[in-house]
């Protein structure tokens, strides 16, 4: 392992302040007293933190956001588990076809995907509805909860299964006092990835939502593109700091290295 | 590897019983979706009377020879290009510095690095708008130093900006990854054997971080040209990408077929380039496994 250079500290600091500048602005500009986007030189406010609680459409966009979330990431995980065991424990053919339709919206841009859903959905006549939203953010973050559970099974130590069969386990007690709790980190990891996929997804939800369904990032990107007022940084404020919050969370249960870079 | 359970139960029942739903759901709401859109593509649209169910090419000879289509199509690509040359220029040297550091800074670093990842991409365009703006903070900063004002807002300078501010960590990500696999006593002996920094760099360590540059550029490249928030906020009205046009079409102009026909070449341009990309990777990793 080298050292690090004067040069490449410089460069590396460069680089930090390019990724923090843009969170670092937003946070700052957030507690002005101004109606304008402007430093808050002048004194600190919070008037505009008051403002997003009583603007009753960004409530109710984070309250259904929450809840899509919350739905998704839980009906994809109950998807994932039975398919990831399929893919792992058994030999047949159309394996590979199988785990790379799972995975495929990852490969397809959501711009399509969203696209598809709202063709889908007009030809069926069912477009707007909640449920709706729900299976196509669960389709979404498939992939995610998939991926670590995958993960899980791949690396987990099968002696222990099979010493727990040798000594008369039934295959359902091996599953549920075994396997069942090896795959639990891959799960939970899996979930939350797929609760913040979820939560932060844009470009196909706004094809997809309708009036009373507009979820959080969407409410923000309409907001954000007619009218500029220190609100909107106030929102993206609370934002980041659920992100910290989730990303100390995820750090401290899993290494978030591990869960984003994608050995877990 | 699966030879105890296959055992006990049947071959195939098993998997397919544990599979089912899941493809069920896979088949009907993303296959079955795709394939509609296909088809929505060749339909024609009339303006008084919508969506006609017939067949035709028009949509794609419109798209294809229509100047605006074309110039779209060409800041796509253009852009997305520079945006991954920029972030291997960044990245990849990132992922080296940060591979080089000691113990609590190398975690914390990469935390900085990769943890926007969790902020929505909504906030973090947001944040660059408030810096780009007419009045907004690089502006300022110019104005102290004397220097006129410049106009970044809504240029393909904002747009590259605050793509490869979204893309640098799905660059870092893999290199980090594969430089965590070096063995760094290799680079360690090539310096002791008296080669410079440089050619150490160059004849070490960039090889073996090749694979992860390329699986990096594929993920920057494709994520790029489909973005939509990025352009929507930073290009304004004017600047449009593939996926803000394909906004209009559907959402303002209400020209489904059409919009549905930039999608499909959108998603065809995606599946062609990660395949070629697929088969260099595949001839790069044997040619290392030699």
């Given at each position: 392992m080298q050292r690090n250079g004067p040069i490449a500290l410089a460069f590396h600091s460069l680089v930090v302040v390019f990724m923090l500048a843009p969170m670092v602005v937003v946070c700052l500009v957030a507690f002005t007293p101004e109606n304008t986007l402007a430093m808050p030189w002048n004194g600190l406010s919070l008037r505009w933190f008051e403002a997003v609680f009583q603007h009753a459409d960004f409530m109710s966009s984070f309250g259904n956001s929450v809840r899509l979330a919350l739905l998704s990431a839980t009906i994809s995980t109950v998807f994932a588990v039975p398919a990831a065991l399929a893919i792992t424990r058994y030999e047949f053919r159309g394996r590979d076809a199988l785990n790379a339709l799972f995975l495929s919206p990852l490969i397809i841009p959501h711009l399509v995907l969203g696209v598809a859903f709202l063709r889908l959905f007009s030809l069926m006549g069912m477009g707007g509805s909640f449920a709706w939203l729900v299976a196509t953010h669960a389709i979404v973050v498939t992939p995610y909860t998939l991926r670590l559970i995958l993960a899980s099974l791949t690396s987990m130590d099968r002696n222990a299964e099979n010493a727990a069969r040798t000594l008369g386990a039934a295959e359902w007690t091996v599953f549920r006092r075994i396997t069942m709790p090896l795959m639990l980190p891959g799960i939970s990891g899996g979930w939350l990835l797929a609760f913040i996929n979820s939560f932060d997804e844009l470009t196909m939800s706004i094809f997809v939502t309708s009036p009373s369904t507009v979820t959080l990032p969407v409410r923000m990107y309409m907001y954000a593109s007619e009218s500029i007022d220190p609100m909107m940084a106030a929102v993206s404020t609370l934002m980041i700091a659920l992100a910290t919050v989730t990303m100390i969370i995820l750090d401290r249960l899993f290494g978030l290295d591990r869960l984003l870079v994608g050995k877990g | 590897m699966s030879a105890a359970t296959s055992a006990i139960k049947p071959r195939l029942l098993a998997p397919l019983a544990l599979s089912g739903p899941t493809t069920l759901l896979f088949i009907g709401l993303v296959l079955l979706p795709l394939l509609l859109t296909v088809i929505l593509s060749f339909n024609s649209y009339d303006y008084t009377a919508g969506i006609q169910s017939d067949f035709t090419f028009a949509n794609y000879l419109t798209v294809l020879q229509d100047e605006y289509y074309l110039s779209t199509f060409w800041r796509t690509l253009r852009l997305a290009l520079l945006t991954t040359v920029i972030t291997v220029l960044i990245g990849v040297p990132e992922a080296y510095v940060l591979s080089n550091m000691r113990k609590p800074w190398r975690s914390i670093f990469l935390l900085v690095i990769i943890g926007p990842l969790l902020v929505s991409v909504v906030v973090r365009t947001f944040g660059w708008s408030m810096l780009l703006g007419k009045n907004g903070f690089v502006n300022s900063a110019l104005a102290i130093v004397g220097l006129d004002p410049v106009q970044l807002l809504y240029t393909e300078t904002a747009i590259v900006i605050g793509l490869v501010h979204i893309m640098l960590p799905f660059m870092v990500i893999p290199v980090w990854t594969v430089l965590q696999k070096l063995d760094p006593t290799v680079e360690a002996a090539a310096l002791t054997l008296g080669a410079s920094r440089f050619t150490a760099l160059r004849r070490i360590v960039f090889p073996q971080a090749a694979l992860g540059i390329l699986s990096g550029s594929l993920i920057v490249f494709a994520l790029s040209a489909s973005s939509f928030a990025i352009p929507g906020l930073l290009g304004g009205r004017r600047l449009k990408m593939a996926a803000t046009l394909v906004y209009d079409e559907f959402l303002?102009?209400?020209?489904w077929p059409l919009g549905a026909t930039i999608a499909i070449i959108v998603l065809v341009a995606n599946l062609v380039i990660m395949l070629a990309y697929n088969r260099l990777i595949e001839r790069q990793a044997k040619r290392k496994l030699g």
């Open positions: - | 303002i102009e209400l020209n």
